[in-house]
């Protein structure tokens, strides 16, 4: 083969490996997670595993319902997250963990990829949906996030729900805290990702922190780029797992970044964060991502992740342990 037929081989190849790996637009996709971790599924009754099935197959259902009625992605993310923050099975809003001196600390953001808008909260305890305070700060405010007891008056003073701190106890999660204070604390997060029938993207995401910590510790989840993060250009990311890892490598704008400047996929891009940076330093967890094409990528280091997804193609699914 001479040198110039060379020349053109190699050029057709590096062609034919820039072009879009994810031509195919589906109208509509959606992905939702309840947290993850190093779960051992005999640990769980079938009692369990049915009921956590069904919180995620019940938000999934919202959200899919939504957006074939055409609902545009911020709002569905929102809707979504607001039904997981009511179930007190997940981490979020009413199933929030204890702190070490038993309150609720709760974190929540949104994020909407049309014009890189973004919202967040941190360490509410009087906020009954959190992830509505976000949207609050997003769409009313000139910040991107707010804490404490400065989120909460501004709540109140926009209408959002409140509620008594009380509102926030269940008895299993007092049980944790009692356990925990003996041993090592527990993570976990709510969150949702949307492509709507517009082509627009959308990432919420919502938490009740770690439990048994200390000192106003915040997690990924309100830091935008880390746990939250949605562009139009790449993709929506909701991430759950071992914060302060999560925060390190700025997971959620990475997997962004990784489509956006080098043209991997979805699926590369979260398996090569995931899997790679964050395996390598022992943050353990997962993100659920969609990108512009509508593909859906639920990737994770750990043993489990409560997890649904669905898309206009029919490809629909719930699910609970790695499979």
């Given at each position: 083969m001479n040198y110039t037929l060379k020349l053109l081989l190699l050029f057709l190849i590096v062609l034919s490996g820039c072009q879009t790996k994810e031509p195919v637009k589906k109208e509509w996709a959606i992905a939702l997670h309840g947290g993850a971790g190093n779960m051992d599924k005999s640990q769980f009754s079938e009692e369990d595993i049915r009921l956590y099935e069904a919180g995620l197959q019940q938000a999934l259902?919202?959200?899919?319902?939504?957006?074939?009625?055409?609902?545009?992605?911020?709002?569905?993310?929102?809707?979504?997250?607001?039904?997981?923050?009511?179930?007190?099975?997940?981490?979020a809003g009413k199933g929030s963990v204890f702190t070490n001196d038993g309150r609720n600390e709760l974190d929540a953001a949104i994020m909407d990829g049309r014009n890189l808008n973004a919202g967040a909260v941190a360490g509410v305890g009087d906020i009954k949906n959190p992830v509505s305070a976000a949207r609050l700060v997003m769409e009313k405010s000139p910040h991107v996030l707010l804490i404490g007891k400065g989120a909460s008056v501004y709540a109140l003073q926009n209408n959002i729900e409140?509620?008594?701190?009380?509102?926030f106890y269940t008895e299993k999660r007092w049980q944790t805290l009692q356990r925990a204070l003996q041993n090592a604390g527990k993570n976990g997060t709510v969150g949702c990702v949307a492509l709507d029938s517009e082509g627009n993207l959308a990432a919420a995401t919502s938490t009740g922190g770690m439990n048994n910590k200390r000192y106003g510790r915040?997690?990924?989840?309100?830091?935008?780029?880390?746990g939250t993060y949605a562009n139009n250009n790449t993709c929506a990311v909701s991430a759950t797992g071992h914060g302060e890892f999560f925060i390190r490598y700025t997971v959620a704008h990475d997997i962004s970044a990784l489509i956006e400047y080098k043209g991997y996929t979805i699926a590369e891009a979260a398996t090569a964060v995931v899997n790679g940076k964050l395996s390598n330093e022992a943050g353990n967890g997962g993100v659920i991502g969609v990108n512009k094409y509508g593909n859906v990528t639920l990737a994770m280091n750990s043993t489990g992740m409560f997890r649904a997804w669905a898309d206009a193609n029919g490809d629909e699914g719930v699910a609970i342990f790695k499979e």
């Open positions: 259902d919202l959200g899919k319902n939504a957006l074939k009625d055409g609902k545009a992605a911020v709002d569905v993310v929102e809707l979504v997250v607001q039904n997981l923050e009511d179930n007190p099975l997940f981490n409140m509620v008594d701190s009380s509102y915040v997690g990924d989840v309100p830091i935008i780029g880390a």
